[in-house]
C-alpha cells in the first residue's frame, strides 16, 4: 500500500557528476541533479538518489538524459550543526534514454497534513496555500514534504485540518531564494516542494478511514 502512496518519475539531463551518499549493506547510492525545463520556459533542478545497482556498468555522465521512477523522501541531517529536512528522488527503476527523449516530472501522493495549512494572497491577490503532507512509507517510515497549491487548490486546502488525509497530483520543483543569516550575511538556498495542480480530499477523518470522496 506504501507503494502507492508516493510515486515519482522524472526524465531530464544529468547537470552534475554523481557523488557516493552512503553505503548500505555493500550497496552503493550515489546522488546528483537533472534539469527539467518547465513550459514557461524556467528550469528546475531535481536531486536524485540512486543505487549503483540500477546504473549498470557505467555512471551517468554530464549531459545524459536518464528517467527515474521512484519515491520523492525527506530526512533529517545535520549541516553547519543545524538540523535540516532534506527532500530528494529516491529512484526504484533508472534508465538512459536518448538525447531527444521527452522532459517528464510527475508525481502523485497520498498522505495526511500535519501542520497547519498557511493560506495566504499575494499583494497581486493570488491565492497560495504551503501543505506540509506527511506520506506514509514501509517499516513505519514516513516523509513531509512540503507541497505549494495555487488558485481554487489553495482556497480548498485552506479549509482543511491537521490529519485531513488528501491526494495530490502535481510536478517536483525547486525554488531559489535568500536567507539571512545574519545582519551583513544572506546566503542563496534552493528549496524543493510538491507543485500541486490536482488536490483530493480522501478523508477529513485524522484516522483516514473515510471513504475516498
Known amino acids: 500500500m506504501s507503494e502507492d502512496n508516493n510515486r515519482v518519475i522524472v526524465s531530464g539531463k544529468v547537470v552534475?557528476?554523481?557523488?557516493?551518499?552512503?553505503?548500505?549493506?555493500?550497496?552503493?547510492f550515489y546522488t546528483f541533479d537533472i534539469s527539467i525545463p518547465r513550459l514557461s520556459g524556467a528550469v528546475d533542478i531535481l536531486?536524485?538518489?540512486?543505487?549503483?545497482?540500477?546504473?549498470?556498468?557505467?555512471?551517468?555522465?554530464?549531459?545524459?538524459?536518464?528517467?527515474?521512477?521512484?519515491q520523492l523522501r525527506s530526512y533529517n541531517k545535520q549541516i553547519d550543526g543545524i538540523n535540516r529536512l532534506i527532500i530528494t528522488i529516491f529512484g526504484k527503476?533508472?534508465?538512459?534514454?536518448?538525447?531527444?527523449?521527452?522532459?517528464?516530472?510527475?508525481?502523485?501522493?497520498?498522505?495526511?497534513i500535519c501542520k497547519p495549512v498557511i493560506y495566504r494572497t499575494t499583494p497581486f491577490m493570488r491565492e497560495i496555500a504551503d501543505i506540509l503532507v506527511a506520506v506514509n512509507r514501509s517499516y513505519g517510515k514516513s516523509d513531509y514534504l512540503p507541497c505549494i497549491a495555487w488558485g481554487r487548490n489553495a482556497h480548498f486546502a485552506g479549509t482543511m485540518d491537521v490529519g485531513t488525509v488528501i491526494k495530490i497530483e502535481g510536478?517536483?520543483?525547486?525554488?531559489?531564494?535568500?536567507?539571512?543569516?545574519?545582519?551583513?550575511?544572506?546566503?542563496?538556498?534552493?528549496?524543493?516542494?510538491?507543485?500541486?495542480?490536482?488536490i483530493e480530499l480522501v478523508s477529513d477523518n485524522p484516522a483516514g478511514n473515510a471513504e475516498k470522496e
Do not use: W
Open 47 to 70: 536531486p536524485l538518489t540512486v543505487s549503483n545497482r540500477l546504473m549498470g556498468n557505467r555512471m551517468p555522465q554530464v549531459g545524459d538524459h536518464v528517467t527515474v521512477r521512484g
Open 171 to 198: 510536478r517536483v520543483q525547486s525554488r531559489v531564494y535568500q536567507k539571512q543569516i545574519t545582519e551583513d550575511e544572506v546566503v542563496e538556498r534552493t528549496a524543493f516542494e510538491v507543485s500541486c495542480s490536482v
Open 93 to 112: 527503476q533508472f534508465r538512459y534514454e536518448a538525447a531527444d527523449y521527452d522532459y517528464i516530472n510527475d508525481i502523485e501522493l497520498v498522505g495526511y
Open 16 to 28: 552534475n557528476l554523481p557523488i557516493l551518499d552512503h553505503t548500505l549493506y555493500g550497496e552503493e
